[in-house]
């Protein structure tokens, strides 16, 4: 099992593009949220996905949108860039039923850069 | 509002020496308190939470609320033990996310 997959590992992009990033959940499991980790912050919560539908959302803008797909594989969407978007993105994968947050199997991370 | 205070960015001990990373918090209601480790190179994984009670690697964690805390604890730091560490909460039961400090790099010296 290759637990949670998620790409691509880096990305550089401009400001005011757009950038799509994608996380496969570990085997079983059927939900995924989706953290940004900032430079020396600990991850922040974007927001969740169950049954291809937003559950929960942190405090992040519109620009930051998902899709969960019925394989419960995930993307994470980001519009019109600005350089404090540059952080490293994390995937966590989860089975809803047994409650989220206490089956959290975490990804590698999806590091942007925004220039 | 949640919030999940590390205070130390950086802590180094010399192994053997007892170690205690704090960790304070900020919820109205009963919150769930976790401590996360990620290890140089890996990733983001469980070390404990205050429900179960456990001793993982020799660290154990006590929920205090009246302190609203939950120091992490070990008696005798060995250099495995060097890692980034991250204090989080969620809302108890059912809940969907999790509020992470900002982490704090534990450095073991021999």
């Known amino acids: 099992d290759a637990g949670v997959t998620q790409s691509p590992t880096h990305l550089i992009k401009t400001r005011g593009q757009q950038v799509t990033l994608r996380c496969s959940p570990k085997s079983g499991h059927d939900t995924v949220s989706w953290y940004q980790q900032a430079l020396g912050q600990g991850p922040q919560f974007i927001f969740q996905y169950y049954e291809e539908e937003e559950r929960q959302r942190g405090n992040f803008p519109d620009r930051f949108s998902g899709h969960q797909f019925p394989n419960y594989s995930s993307e994470l969407n980001v519009n019109a860039l600005l350089l404090g978007d540059s952080a490293l993105y994390l995937c966590a994968s989860s089975i809803y039923e047994t409650g989220t947050v206490l089956g959290y199997t975490f990804g590698s991370g999806t590091r942007l850069t925004v220039v | 509002a949640q919030r999940v205070t590390q205070p130390e960015k950086l802590l180094s001990v010399f192994k053997g020496a007892p170690v205690e990373l704090k960790c304070n918090y900020s919820?109205?209601?009963?919150?769930?308190l976790f401590w996360y480790v990620q290890y140089s190179r890996q990733r983001l994984q469980l070390l404990l939470r205050h429900i179960s009670r456990e001793s993982i690697k020799g660290f154990t964690a006590d929920l205090n609320k009246g302190e609203t805390s939950f120091h992490l604890k070990k008696p005798f730091a060995q250099e495995e033990d060097s890692a980034m560490y991250y204090c989080a909460l969620s809302g108890g039961q059912g809940a969907q996310k999790l509020v992470f400090g900002q982490g704090t790099r534990l450095t073991i010296n021999p």
């Open positions: 919820y109205s209601g009963s919150p769930e």
